[in-house]
């Protein structure tokens, strides 16, 4: 199974940017669908973006426009971009890996990483 570890989660101040990475383990990264959710204290935790292996996107509303996903297969890596941010993207980031299903259900991946935390101040 893959094994997903986050990195590039901060502090930073609102309007600011932050990119996170996702890198995975296995030699079948370039099969599946990657994810970004988050999750903020006391919420449920929710879709952020997704790209599919190939390389379909799609996004929350919430983050249209502000926040980009994208994939390099050869590093078997995962990014977001998030520009233009607010404190309302304040949450813990996580990475997932999806076999099959829809992009925008949390339920429907299949791996997880631990999370990166992101605190946007005001």
């Known amino acids: 199974q893959v094994q997903l570890v986050e990195s590039g989660g901060g502090l930073v101040q609102a309007g600011g940017s932050l990119r996170l990475s996702c890198a995975a383990s296995?030699?079948?990264?370039?099969?599946?669908?990657m994810g970004w959710f988050r999750q903020a204290p006391g919420k449920e935790r929710e879709f952020v973006a997704a790209i599919s292996w190939g390389g379909n996107t799609y996004y929350a509303n919430s983050v249209k426009g502000r926040f980009t996903i994208s994939r390099d297969n050869a590093k078997n890596t995962v990014y977001l971009q998030m520009n233009s941010l607010n404190p309302e993207d304040t949450a813990v980031y996580y990475c997932?890996?999806?076999?099959?299903?829809?992009?925008?259900?949390?339920?429907?991946?299949?791996?997880w990483g631990q999370g990166t935390q992101v605190t946007v101040s005001s």
């Open positions: 997932a890996a999806q076999i099959s299903g829809f992009p925008r259900r949390v339920g429907e991946y299949d791996a």
């Open positions: 296995g030699r079948t990264f370039s099969s599946y669908t």
